[in-house]
């Protein structure tokens, strides 16, 4: 795996132990679902730059789901998960 894709990975382990942590707070959802939205964001964008595909300045899941698909990276999501997250996460 390249370099700079490991480093998305090791950013998006710390957003999902930042979303784990207060998951017994029900008043912390907000930031649960930013968490847990930012470590699928950098997920998607370590998958894009470990296939050399240019990465997005852009924050949208399905977006990123789109750009993983057309490069071919064979990964199956649920869309509409992604899309609730993104509507909590904007």
Known sequence: MKKQAKQWLKYAN????????PLN???LTQSIAFHSHQTI????????????VKIPKIHDLEKL???ILKAGIKL???EDSLAQINDVYI
């Open 14 to 21: 710390v957003d999902l132990r930042s979303a784990e942590k």
């Open 41 to 52: 964001e950098k997920s998607l964008k370590a998958l894009l730059e470990d296939e050399d």
């Open 25 to 27: 707070y029900e008043e």
């Open 76 to 78: 199956m999501l649920e």
């Open 65 to 67: 789901y789109g750009l």
